[in-house]
Structure formats: structure tokens, C-alpha cells
């Protein structure tokens, strides 16, 4: 693990001295039942939930189980604005439920979102919640998610083998910083030059680091006079210039694709592919939509269509654009989420399926759409242009693609009043918009999530809305915004709610570790697991260099259900691993000790 060196600078503010510390935010975590029995008889369901940290607004959510496979290409809603195809769909969602640090409790009345009973059966219940009363806590005062072609930025929080990565870092195309250290030390941003490509004039939006190798980096380079992009490789030289990989497709560079005019969110990968889009939008009076994948040698696989999607005729006749983008896009466990700036639409794809079966109708998991009010454009009774969504000219302007481990959505929402981001559960469902403390109706740009396990956990935010509005009558000012990157805590679980006898009376069916509770945690935390047979059980915890460092059970024990708690008050914080083994069978688990 690597280890940094903590200094403490003394800083003079004004008349005001003050002194640096590391960054070290206050983590939320979320805590309630994994598998909750309840009659399904009209009666109200109190689930207990503990907030640890911080206040939360949380919203509660209650979907389908292991149903995706029988739920076909459906359209549905107002206007026809929920797409969804083989995914688990929401019955119910509340709004904004306000959480203090500790004990409360959810209610639930068993019904769906209509006011129907939901039948007798098992069900996955979700909690996304975020800090909604503390103030934005400062990462960096010298970052700031971009404008234009430096719009792009990310948060890795893995290593190269895809554990947690106790020091994850925030990347640009030129720009990188460990998060965790003093936020007001410009000495801790590391950076390179990125020379262009032969035959491009530009590069563009996100980079996509390689996943195995931190390395390495891929971006979008385009040349605007020939209409032409793709995708080209760096090596990462720290206070050099990168170096362009020549054994990337040609001299460097991936196959081309055509470039029809607007702002590229840049380049994606999921370890397996690249990803780009043609970030076509306004400037194209005929339909034109494309999500490109190529491989990890720089060839094309393929070129996707998705302007049935992205373009619309009745939008462009209306007054708005022929076509919407995408120029926003994020990646999560394989699937790639497409909005843009410049349109209502929100997608999640998933582009291995696609692959993998050759069918078109495996591409899309949903699509959320005008009608819903969630991102929704032109929804006003005053609007000019009714319901039309590719219009440029008409909030909510949409800058960044985030989601979570659970597979929720973000994106940061300009143009809607004093709101922050609107919300869009795992099928596309809109939960509507929440706001972080202090918010105003000013600009916004962007927002990402690092939840995997790190003592960094939460949500990272601009906070260019300090700023007020940066557009006026004499156009674009940029020194009308608050740079810099702030933190705000944010935890989402997921557990079942069942009309199933009580499994806890039953004998397991199988040998089971669940997760640690709480976890992150400081300093004691719950390790659960069960037995289907009596037998002689160890316990033991290992630090990420695969040392065991304790043994909190070693001993026979009896079928069934069983807990131990593990005291790390002597340990220093980071991440663990914690070991069951019962005969032949053993599990193993990752757990965060934050401090």
C-alpha cells in the first residue's frame, strides 16, 4: 500500500489564520434488515433503519425479484416515457423521507404507486440516501469538472486488481489527484501533457483509464475540418508529456467514425471495451445517432444505431433539433448510461448483451423519456415548444452521467429551479430531483459517486451553483462560479421483503457469509454467517497484503445462525478481509475500518 507523506501547512486567510489537514469526510452508512416478513394484508410495515454519520434524506423504493427474465420490451406512462426490456421494475417509490443521524423508521402501507395492493410475494426493497443538511465538505480547491472539450472527469476508486482501493484517485485527461489529501496543496495534483495525434486537431471529454494498468489512457480525438474521430492511446508520464501509443490501431489512433458536430463525452471502458458516441446533435438537420465500440486494439466492432432514439422528426418540425446526442455518458458493472445536455432522454444500454446475442432488442435495459417530469423538457403549460426534447434551448440541461453500486442514476440538473440533480432508479423509474444544502438555482456540471468501500465513500460534486447564475444578457462568464470539488455523504442498500415463512426459524439450506454491519464501521462491526450442519468454525481477518492480522472465532459450533463482532480498536484504518471456513467450505468478504 502506498503511503503518503501528511503535512501541515499553516495558511493565512485574510485576517483569519487557519490551518490544512488531510481530507478526511464524514462517511454516511445506512443499516436495516437484509430480509424483512411482512403479511401483505394491508396492514402498515415499520422497517427499522439505522443512519450512522450524518442526517439523510433517503427515498425508499420497492421493486421486482428475480422477475427480469419475464418482463418483455414494454412502453408505458404519460406519453409513453418508460421504456423497459428484461429488468426488474419499480411498484413503488417514495419521495424524499428526512432521516436523522441514529434510529427511524420507514413506513410502507404495501401498496404500489398506483394505490393497488401489491400482492403476496417477495420483493426487492432499495434505500438511496444522501447528506441533506450538512454543508459540501472541500476534496480540492483546484479541481473543477470542466467546460466544453475539458469537461470530463472520474473518480477511480478500485486498484488494478479490482479491490478497494484505500487511496483512490480523480482523473482528467491531464490532470490527477489522490483523493484523501490536503485539499488546499496544489503540490498534490499530478499532471501531463497530452500531445494530439497525427491528423487530429483535438482531443476530447472524459478519458478512460485502463482498468489493469493506471498507466495507460484512452481519449477522443477528433479533426473537425474532415468530420472525422476515434479514439486514441496515451502512456501517462507524470510532469512530462504522455506518450501516444503507436501499436493502438494506426499509428495510435483507433478506426475512424464521422464526426457530426457537438460536445463528445469523450471515451468509456468497462475493461473489456472502448466506448464512444458521435455526439451528433443540433447542427444535423437528418437523423443520426451512433454508440461505437471498439477493442482493446483499437478496432472498430462495431457501429450502433440509435436514432430511432435520439432523433426526431416531430422534435425538429416542432422547433427543436433533429437529433439529441448522447453527449453524456457514464459506465457500472458493464452497462453504459447516454443522456445529454441537449435533450430529455436518459437510456441504460448494455452493449456485452448485444454482443453476445447479435440482437438489436438486447441494447437497451430502459429508457426514461419525456413525461414523467424527472429531467423532463418542455413540460411547463407555458412552454413554448410542448414535450419536445431535443431542444437545446430549453432546461434541464443535463452535464454529467453518474450511478451507483446499486445501479441508480444521477445528473446534475440546470435550469429547474434550486434542485441539484433529479434521480432514476435501477429500471429507469424517475424519483424526482433532491437538492444538497445551500443549493441555489445556479449552474451545475457535474457529480460522480465513489462507493467501494473506501474511507472516501460518498458523493463528489462541483460547486459552481455558489456562483449563481454564470449566463447573463452579455453571455458566458466564467469567473462567475466556485471552483473546486466537494464531497457529500451518500450510502444506498438493498434487501427483500418477503410473505415467506421467517427463515430465521428454519435450518439454513446452505453455508452463508453475509456482509459486515456496519461496514465501513469504527471501531466494532458484526461478521453473520450460517451453517447447515454443526461443525468447527474459524474466523479470521487479513489486511490487503493477505496477512492475518486476528482470529475472533475458532471452535465448534452448532447448526444454524451465527455472529461475531470484531473489535479494531488497535488497527489502523483501511481495508480488511475477513475469512469464515467451516470443514471444506470457506468465504471471504471485504470490510472498510475508517477512523
Known amino acids: 500500500m502506498k503511503k503518503y507523506l501528511i503535512m501541515t501547512v499553516a495558511l493565512m486567510l ?24 411482512y403479511n401483505f394484508d394491508g396492514s402498515e410495515l415499520s422497517i427499522p433503519l439505522q443512519v450512522s454519520g450524518t442526517n439523510a434524506g433517503v427515498f425508499f423504493s420497492v421493486y421486482t425479484k428475480d422477475m427480469a427474465e419475464n418482463i418483455p420490451l414494454t412502453v408505458n406512462g404519460f406519453l409513453g416515457w418508460h421504456f423497459v426490456n428484461h429488468v426488474d421494475t419499480c411498484i413503488y417509490h417514495s419521495s424524499q423521507i428526512d432521516c436523522v443521524n441514529g434510529a427511524n423508521t420507514i413506513n410502507w402501507d404495501g401498496k404500489d404507486q398506483d394505490g393497488g395492493v401489491v400482492p403476496a410475494g417477495e420483493y426487492t426493497y432499495y434505500l438511496w440516501a444522501f447528506d441533506h443538511l450538512g454543508a459540501k465538505q472541500k476534496m480540492s480547491e483546484f479541481l473543477a469538472v470542466g467546460w466544453l472539450w475539458e469537461r470530463g472527469a472520474e473518480i477511480c476508486g478500485v486498484d488494478e486488481q479490482g ?4 487511496n483512490p484517485f480523480y482523473y482528467e485527461k491531464t490532470r490527477r489527484w489522490v483523493i484523501g489529501g490536503d485539499p488546499f496543496d496544489e503540490a498534490h495534483i499530478e499532471t501531463t501533457a497530452v500531445p494530439l495525434a497525427a491528423g487530429f486537431d483535438i482531443n476530447y471529454g472524459d478519458a478512460a483509464v485502463q482498468p489493469t494498468d493506471f498507466n495507460y489512457f484512452y481519449l477522443n480525438v477528433r479533426n473537425a475540418g474532415a468530420s472525422v474521430a476515434g479514439v486514441a492511446k496515451y502512456k501517462w508520464v507524470p510532469g512530462g508529456e504522455a506518450e501516444l501509443q503507436t501499436d493502438f490501431g494506426t499509428d495510435g489512433h483507433s478506426d475512424y467514425y464521422a464526426y457530426r458536430g457537438g460536445l463528445s463525452p469523450g471515451v468509456n471502458t468497462d475493461g473489456t471495451y472502448l466506448y464512444a458516441v458521435d455526439e451528433n446533435y443540433i447542427t444535423d438537420n437528418d437523423p443520426n445517432s451512433d454508440f461505437l465500440i471498439y477493442d482493446y ?13 435520439f432523433s426526431s422528426l416531430e422534435d425538429y418540425q416542432a422547433g427543436g433539433q433533429m437529433n439529441g446526442g448522447p453527449n453524456v455518458f457514464g459506465q457500472r458493472e458493464g452497462y453504459v448510461f447516454l443522456t445529454s445536455n441537449g435533450s430529455c432522454l436518459v437510456q441504460m444500454v448494455d452493449p456485452v448483451k448485444y454482443l453476445d446475442t447479435g440482437s438489436s432488442d438486447d441494447f437497451y435495459v430502459w429508457s426514461n423519456d419525456n413525461g414523467d417530469y424527472t429531467l423532463d423538457r418542455n413540460y411547463e403549460e407555458t ?3 410542448p ?5 437545446y434551448d430549453a432546461g434541464i440541461f443535463k452535464e454529467s452521467a453518474a450511478e451507483d453500486d446499486n445501479l441508480f442514476f444521477i445528473a446534475n440538473a440546470y435550469g429547474g429551479g434550486a434542485v441539484s440533480c433529479g434521480l432514476i432508479g435501477p429500471d429507469g423509474t424517475g424519483f424526482g430531483y433532491f437538492a444538497f444544502a445551500g443549493e441555489t438555482a ?10 467501494n468501500d473506501t474511507p472516501y465513500d460518498g458523493i463528489y460534486t462541483d460547486n459552481r451553483q455558489a456562483g449563481g447564475d454564470v449566463w447573463s444578457e452579455e453571455g458566458w462568464n466564467a469567473n462567475e462560479y466556485t471552483s473546486g470539488i466537494y464531497f457529500i455523504g451518500h450510502d444506498s442498500i438493498t434487501g427483500v421483503i418477503t410473505s415467506a415463512v421467517d427463515v430465521d426459524e428454519e435450518a439454513p439450506a446452505a453455508f452463508s457469509v453475509a456482509q459486515n454491519s456496519p461496514n465501513p464501521f469504527n471501531p466494532t462491526t458484526t461478521i453473520s454467517f450460517s451453517l447447515i450442519e454443526a461443525a468447527t468454525v474459524s474466523v479470521e481477518i487479513y489486511n490487503v497484503a493477505g496477512q492475518k492480522v486476528d482470529t475472533i472465532a475458532n471452535g465448534f459450533l452448532d447448526a444454524g445462525s451465527h455472529s461475531v463482532v470484531w473489535d479494531a480498536s488497535e488497527f489502523s484504518a483501511g481495508v480488511y478481509f475477513y475469512t469464515v471456513k467451516s470443514g471444506n467450505l470457506i468465504e471471504t468478504k471485504k470490510m472498510t475500518l475508517v477512523k
Open 387 to 391: 414535450w419536445v426534447c431535443n431542444d
Open 297 to 309: 486494439e483499437g478496432t472498430m466492432i462495431t457501429e450502433f444505431d440509435m436514432s430511432p432514439w
Open 163 to 166: 479491490l478497494p482501493n484505500s
Open 442 to 451: 445556479g449552474w451545475k456540471m457535474g457529480s460522480m459517486f465513489l462507493d
Open 383 to 385: 412552454a413554448e415548444r
Open 14 to 37: 485574510v485576517v483569519t489564520t487557519s490551518f490544512a489537514a488531510d481530507f478526511a469526510p464524514t462517511l454516511m452508512k445506512l443499516s436495516a434488515e437484509p430480509i424483512i416478513n
